[in-house]
């Protein structure tokens, strides 16, 4: 059993897109727009295409997220259809996501450096 349903799979040739309308069960307050997209990429074998996030909605009472996603083939269409806003907060959340990797890339790396010179000290 997968924890993507299925509600809705339209394609909508008017506006060139796909819309797709999932619910993830068991990741109420959980799930990030950003990972829900990249499930959705890959439950639906979407590398290649645009996919936005459009809306997360968590049920009172229940761990389900119900997620709206727009499929694009072009990224210049997906940005001349849907609000700016979005396509800046995405931005933000991926150089937070890039900030803190870089920087626990590089407290691993100091880890790593003062470790050897630890053990030098406890040898002399």
Do not use: W
Not at 21 to 31: D, M, P, R
Not at 89 to 111: D, F, H, L, N, V
Request: glycine letters at 6%; hydrophobic letters at 35%; proline letters at 2%.
């Amino acid at each position: 059993m997968s924890i993507i349903e299925t509600l809705t799979d339209v394609d909508n040739s008017f506006l060139s897109r796909r819309e797709l309308t999932c619910n993830f069960a068991g990741l109420g307050g959980k799930l990030k727009s950003l990972e829900a997209a990249d499930m959705i990429t890959k439950e639906f074998k979407l590398s290649g295409k645009f996919v936005i996030p459009m809306r997360l909605k968590t049920h009172v009472g229940k761990s389900l997220v119900t997620g709206t996603f727009y499929v694009y083939e072009d990224e210049g269409l997906a940005k001349k259809h849907v609000n700016p806003t979005i396509f800046s907060r995405i931005e933000k959340t991926k150089a937070k996501i890039a900030e803190a990797a870089a920087a626990a890339k590089e407290a691993s790396e100091e880890s790593q450096v003062k470790e050897p010179k630890e053990e030098e000290e406890k040898s002399e």
